[in-house]
């Protein structure tokens, strides 16, 4: 009896050896998870710039140094999260309200180190050197370069939304701007002839238009317009007589800031002999849609779109 005794107690005795050792091995799997989980937390975005970027978490706090960027970080759902801005982060309406720490030529490196963002959405034009004193300042800088295309427009709203962790949302907006141009497009196709159409960035006397391969162009192509000065590359000067030759049929112009643009352009000398003069098709249209590499692209070909072909929009 005796034996049995010892015997049943050491059989205990292990029993509960064993027990600790699974519940020591169980301690050690989820602290193994957890660490797990925290390095998932990690992650890693290239910018335009090259530069792999690691965020240990989502920002909570972002300084936009470029008013489409800034639209799109509103489009994502994350504009709250924006604490600085540019004097022309002027949409939504809610960007009026965010800090204005540049004049998109030039920032305020001070002040944005003391509002010590998590991350700085910012653009590759002329800003290496000033960007590199943020980065010693120990800000992280996330570089979008200017986009030429809706291609690197989708592609600047997939980088910003995989920064800001809402990928999804992001494929969501890409496919609402290609859908609303699908739909333009659809509309447009079945105009008979594309009309001739000047657009003019800058007034008189100083006078710019757009070419092939820019952004501008890209709109214009997808409303189905033919851009008179499309056989040239890039921003161009023009002269008045230049216009005159090309005798456009429609004249759009984003020159908001100068009173009566339509007017004034109607009052050239010589402008009286083009057909969109002639005709009163003149029209302002707003420079910051059709200007802005943003969510509103396909705002921006319809808005083209219904200028010059509102019959087909009836």
Request: proline share 4%.
């Amino acid at each position: 009896m005796k034996k049995n005794h010892v015997f049943n107690w050491l059989a205990v005795l292990l029993f509960s050896f064993l027990l600790v050792g699974c519940s020591a091995e169980e301690t050690t799997t989820v602290e193994k998870h957890e660490e797990v989980v925290d390095e998932v937390k990690e992650y890693t975005v290239t910018d335009d710039a090259g530069n792999e970027v690691a965020f240990e978490e989502v920002p909570e706090t972002i300084v936009s140094l470029q008013p489409s960027n800034t639209e799109i970080l509103f489009a994502l759902g994350v504009g709250d999260k924006i604490v600085g801005a540019t004097e022309y982060d002027t949409y939504p309406a809610e960007a009026l309200e965010i800090e204005r720490v540049s004049d998109s030529v030039a920032f305020n490196a001070e002040r944005i180190t003391e509002l010590n963002p998590d991350v700085v959405i910012a653009y590759t034009i002329g800003q290496e050197e000033a960007l590199q004193l943020l980065e010693e300042a120990g800000l992280k800088v996330f570089v979008i370069e200017s986009a030429t295309s809706f291609e690197d427009v989708y592609g600047d709203i997939k980088q910003l939304a995989t920064v800001m962790g809402v990928e999804e949302k992001g494929q969501e907006i890409i496919t609402s701007i290609q859908t609303t141009i699908q739909e333009v497009q659809e509309k447009v196709e079945t105009a008979a002839v594309l009309k001739k159409v000047y657009y003019e960035i800058s007034p008189s006397p100083d006078i710019y238009t757009t070419g092939s391969k820019t952004f501008q162009q890209e709109i214009l192509a997808a409303a189905s317009v033919d851009n008179v000065f499309s056989d040239k590359e890039g921003w161009i000067s023009v002269s008045e007589e230049d216009v005159i030759a090309k005798n456009p049929e429609i004249i759009l112009t984003t020159s908001n800031y100068i009173e009566d643009a339509t007017g004034e352009i109607k009052s050239r000398a010589g402008w009286d002999k083009i057909p969109a003069v002639q005709n009163d098709s003149v029209f302002l249209v707003d420079g910051d849609v059709i200007s802005r590499p943003g969510p509103r692209i396909g705002e921006a070909v319809e808005l083209v779109a219904k200028t010059v072909y509102p019959e087909l929009f009836k």
